[in-house]
């Protein structure tokens, strides 16, 4: 599975951004999807992950209730809707299909294929 993360940018604190994560296989729906972020200096961190049909959805503290996951299997896509943005948000964002799906979804290891990664930086 080839993933494709894209629709990062350069916003100001307050602002919104939706990332877009799609992939290259009609078989799409049989992952979970999740995304991590990774600041210069730090590891790389959950930030939120959905279910296979997207009925279950997992948010790290840092980001609930301003971060919201969706997907659309029918275009092989997942979304990432973020909104108040601080600096804090500023990281490189992958998206990761999750094939084995055994519950873990916070760890990176769970994950089998990963995208390229989209930079999010939050500055004014």
């Known amino acids: 599975v080839q993933l494709q993360a894209s629709g990062g940018g350069l916003v100001q604190p307050g602002g919104s951004l939706r990332l877009s994560c799609t992939a290259s296989?009609?078989?799409?729906?049989?992952?979970?999807v999740g995304w991590f972020r990774q600041a210069p200096g730090k590891e790389r961190e959950f930030v939120v992950a959905?279910?296979?049909?997207?009925?279950?959805?997992y948010y790290a503290d840092s980001v609930k209730g301003r971060f919201t996951i969706s997907r659309d299997n029918a275009k092989n896509t997942v979304y990432l809707q973020m909104n108040s943005l601080s600096p804090e948000d500023t990281a490189v964002y992958y998206c990761?299909?999750?094939?084995?799906?055994?519950?873990?979804?916070?760890?990176?290891?769970?994950?089998?294929?990963w995208g390229q990664g989209t930079q999010v930086t939050v500055s004014s």
């Open positions: 990761a299909a999750d094939v084995k799906y055994t519950g873990t979804y916070y760890s990176p290891y769970e994950y089998d294929y």
């Open positions: 296989e009609n078989t799409f729906s049989r992952y979970g």
């Open positions: 959905i279910s296979r049909k997207g009925g279950t959805t």
